[in-house]
């Protein structure tokens, strides 16, 4: 399947894709931009440092990334990004102008998936770019597949334990609080007792949608956390601000009208939520936020249900 196909081919649209160029000589900067202009974003970087920074915020799809650097090298910039859970699918692909066997075999033990040799040929750059491309989006589209609640379509716990750890280190890194969300059906049991398992399955698709609407922000996740449990992932919200958007869906869910006699708190549907906030630390793990939404939530039934308690972590 060539790139085209395998783009056309995916269940959401991807962007341009963005192709990142490392080199300190602006004359291969160029070279290479000429190669990938106008049918790549082109993203440039004249240093490591530089390159890093862009591969944080900007997530390339790939990267040209040049050896011989003043600074740090390629090499080590290749370590870098290897090492962060962020940036750790990012393709390299190096440059270089030393054929020496070594270099190649280095390069490869740490993470580079191909070698381009300069002077570089427009024809093979682009090929091998193209290629690699393609594995990167099929290997994206695969681990997407497997991320997902098969039946809510929300991000499965597996996701969640992934996506809670790199908020954690972003919002440790930006100094900001990370606020989560974690609500419940109330009286579930006695209502697939009450209704059966198909109309429950509904209630769950219903109730996810009306998640997913509501917690949107592009750094935002909602993942199905257990049977009837949800939980949101707000970076950069404090407990206020998750705190009224777990009053919205709380809200949202009863709009829904869902009927639910078997109910001790309405007539319809409800939930309950525990919201736990924190400006992560180096001392310590998402381990106690995690904990700290549970029991607030736990709060929220045994207080009566129908109803959203929070807490701060300081
Ligand atoms: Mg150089």
């Given at each position: 399947?060539n790139l085209e196909?395998l783009l056309?081919?995916?269940?959401?649209?991807?962007?341009?894709?963005?192709?990142?160029?490392?080199?300190?000589?602006?004359?291969?900067?160029?070279?290479?931009?000429?190669?990938?202009?106008?049918?790549?974003?082109?993203?440039?970087?004249?240093?490591?440092?530089?390159?890093?920074?862009?591969?944080?915020?900007?997530?390339?799809?790939?990267?040209?990334?040049?050896?011989?650097?003043?600074?740090?090298?390629?090499?080590?910039?290749?370590?870098?990004?290897?090492?962060?859970?962020?940036?750790?699918?990012?393709?390299?692909?190096?440059?270089?102008?030393?054929?020496?066997?070594?270099?190649?075999?280095?390069?490869?033990?740490?993470?580079?998936?191909?070698?381009?040799?300069?002077?570089?040929?427009?024809?093979?750059?682009?090929?091998?770019?193209r290629?690699?491309l393609a594995?990167?989006?099929?290997?994206?589209?695969?681990?997407?597949?497997?991320?997902?609640?098969?039946?809510?379509?929300?991000?499965?716990?597996?996701?969640?334990?992934?996506?809670?750890?790199?908020?954690?280190?972003?919002?440790?890194?930006?100094?900001?609080?990370?606020?989560?969300?974690?609500?419940?059906?109330?009286?579930?049991?006695?209502?697939?007792?009450?209704?059966?398992?198909?109309?429950?399955?509904?209630?769950?698709?219903?109730?996810?949608?009306?998640?997913?609407?509501?917690?949107?922000?592009?750094?935002?996740?909602?993942?199905?956390?257990?049977?009837?449990?949800?939980?949101?992932?707000?970076?950069?919200?404090?407990?206020?601000?998750?705190?009224?958007?777990?009053?919205?869906?709380?809200?949202?869910?009863?709009?829904?009208?869902?009927?639910?006699?078997?109910?001790?708190?309405?007539?319809?549907?409800?939930?309950?939520?525990?919201?736990?906030?924190?400006?992560?630390?180096?001392?310590?793990?998402?381990?106690?936020?995690?904990?700290?939404?549970?029991?607030?939530?736990?709060?929220?039934?045994?207080?009566?249900?129908?109803?959203?308690?929070?807490?701060?972590?300081?």
């Amino acid at each position: 399947m060539n790139l085209e196909q395998l783009l056309a081919s995916f269940p959401h649209p991807v962007g341009p894709l963005r192709i990142l160029i490392v080199d300190d000589q602006a004359v291969n900067i160029r070279a290479l931009h000429e190669v990938f202009r106008g049918r790549f974003e082109v993203l440039m970087a004249t240093n490591g440092e530089q390159a890093i920074a862009l591969c944080r915020e900007q997530r390339p799809d790939i990267i040209l990334l040049d050896v011989v650097m003043p600074g740090i090298s390629g090499h080590e910039v290749c370590r870098r990004l290897k090492a962060d859970p962020e940036t750790r699918n990012i393709p390299v692909i190096f440059v270089t102008s030393q054929s020496q066997e070594g270099d190649e075999a280095l390069g490869l033990e740490i993470g580079a998936v191909d070698f381009i040799s300069k002077p570089i040929n427009p024809v093979i750059v682009s090929a091998r770019v193209r290629t690699h491309l393609a594995l990167k989006l099929q290997s994206d589209l695969l681990r997407s597949i497997a991320m997902i609640d098969g039946l809510t379509k929300v991000a499965n716990r597996r996701k969640f334990d992934e996506e809670l750890d790199l908020n954690w280190r972003y919002c440790l890194r930006e100094r900001r609080p990370l606020s989560l969300v974690l609500l419940d059906l109330d009286y579930f049991k006695q209502f697939n007792d009450r209704y059966g398992h198909q109309e429950g399955d509904h209630c769950l698709i219903s109730v996810a949608e009306v998640l997913s609407d509501s917690v949107r922000r592009p750094r935002d996740l909602v993942a199905r956390y257990g049977g009837e449990e949800f939980v949101g992932i707000l970076p950069d919200t404090d407990c206020r601000g998750a705190t009224s958007r777990a009053e919205v869906i709380r809200a949202a869910v009863k709009a829904l009208k869902i009927e639910h006699l078997g109910s001790a708190v309405g007539k319809v549907v409800t939930i309950s939520a525990g919201v736990a906030t924190q400006i992560p630390d180096f001392g310590s793990t998402h381990q106690a936020l995690l904990a700290a939404v549970d029991q607030q939530l736990y709060r929220a039934k045994h207080d009566g249900r129908d109803r959203v308690c929070a807490t701060e972590i300081t």
